[in-house]
């Protein structure tokens, strides 16, 4: 990779994330911290207004934004590819978000590369399971939950069918089993919980916050699963 392609991947690196330590981009790009740097100020002279806080790291003004991204080929392929999967890992929810991002990436695309994607759109196909068919749609509203650390509340029906209702403060999403899973922290029972995201019904954010500090890790969570990651 040459050096404008480096400093153009790593101002697209600051724009996509709060904060981004000098690691992390030595580590992408595969360069020593040095030159991370020495391209950091080469980009801070172009007029990118880059800032540092410690134990953050790198980050661009508020109110800063770069000019809209443009794509190759290789990376629009790659991305109509990632759509098939999704209809197989997540939901409705997610699949409409990610319909209306690929649109978008679409407009930005030359006539050329829209006609070769839509080619090669015809010509991938995927054989999905029944038991890979998630007609709910949880998984962006438990999202943003998680991400704004606010409770919910829903009534979750178990594998005998019986109903409860549950607050619970949502920690994160895992997906095993061939099943995305709430893990939370249940009011009801004072204890963390795994509730599987296709048994959640009638969700309401609470926008509340949480009550508990110090949460469970999920990495954490994750070692306590019957199941070998």
Not at 18 to 28: G, N, P, V
Not at 52 to 60: A, C, D, I, R, T
Not at 85 to 104: C, E
Not at 132 to 142: E, P, R, W
């Amino acid at each position: 990779m040459n050096r404008i392609d480096r400093l153009f991947g790593i101002s697209t690196m600051l724009q996509s994330n709060r904060f981004t330590a000098a690691e992390k981009i030595s580590e992408k790009f595969n360069i020593s911290i040095r030159t991370v740097y020495r391209d950091l100020k080469s980009l801070n002279e172009q007029g990118i207004p880059i800032c540092f806080e410690p134990q953050k790291g790198y980050y661009l003004v508020n109110g800063y934004f770069l000019p809209p991204v443009s794509f190759s080929l290789e990376e629009a392929n790659a991305l109509m590819l990632v759509e098939h999967l999704l209809n197989a890992f997540s939901d409705q929810s997610i699949q409409n978000h990610y319909q209306s991002a690929l649109a978008k990436v679409k407009t930005v695309l030359k006539p050329a590369q829209k006609e070769k994607i839509e080619f090669l759109a015809k010509n991938i196909k995927f054989q999905i399971p029944q038991r890979l068919t998630n007609d709910y749609q949880n998984l962006s509203c438990l999202q943003n939950a998680i991400s704004d650390k606010c409770m919910l509340r829903f009534d979750y029906q178990n594998a005998k069918e019986e109903l409860s209702d549950r607050k619970t403060e949502p920690v994160g999403l895992i997906f095993y089993a061939f099943s995305w899973h709430l893990i939370a922290w249940c009011h009801l029972r004072n204890d963390y919980r795994d509730f599987k995201v296709s048994r959640i019904i009638s969700i309401k954010i609470l926008n509340e916050p949480f009550t508990k500090e110090n949460h469970i890790a999920l990495e954490d969570y994750m070692k306590l699963l019957p199941v070998d990651f």
